[in-house]
């Protein structure tokens, strides 16, 4: 009796070891088409108020590297990528340029209605420096962004769309689909070059599946908004 319970044990345990050596990661699936966004945060870029007010500075080099981190990250997604589009920004547009070298058959797209700004929030500090009618400006644009990306799968099979665009409209769009306050969007911070997954199903519904993944970046290379940490600083513990 001892030896048949013991055989069984040890069958159930190789059973188990069979199963997890062919286990992988996968997105949640449904029967019918889901539009899966890829939300990419630019990499981290050169601070310099006399670059163009529109378009921005460039990636500088730690941001070309986690550019190139989060490419490889994609890349080993068992995915087939429906399209690359890109904030008109520079950091962003090189940000997907480099992407691209990953994805020869993807060419990045810009669209306007994710173009970085600020929109409204309950922090009256940053209200009060914004110029008059801003925020209202942003809110506007980002609805016309979430009209555009927050919608079914119309291919009749699965998409997904990498968008690489800024940390603000991201965090919007969560709140968004969370169906959460638009104006407490500046309650979560957002690493350069992060991946926010999020789903829409056939009917509409949307689902956040992961926010501001950074775990492709090494620590001492992960930069933050409005965080300056200095080379020196960036000590693994």
Known sequence: MKRRLMLARLALVLVSCAVAATAHAVLPTADKPIRTLYLIRHGEYVHDDKCDEYTGCELDSLGREQAALVAARLKTMPITFSSLQCSPMTRARQTADIIARSFPDLTPVRHDDIHECTPTTHRQDIMDGL?????????AQLQVAAARLLV???AG????????????????MVCRVLGVDPQAWLQMSIANCSVTIIQVRADGACKL??????GHIPWERTTYPGVTIKPQDRVVR
């Not at 699965?158 to 919007?172: M, Q």
């Not at 599946?209 to 950074?214: E, G, L, N, Q, R």
């Open 131 to 139: 110029k008059p009618g801003e925020a209202d400006s942003c809110d």
């Open 152 to 154: 079914p799968a119309t």
């Open 209 to 214: 599946i992961s926010f501001a993944d950074s």
């Open 157 to 172: 099979h699965d998409e997904h769309d990498i968008v690489v665009c800024h940390g603000n409209v991201i965090r919007w």
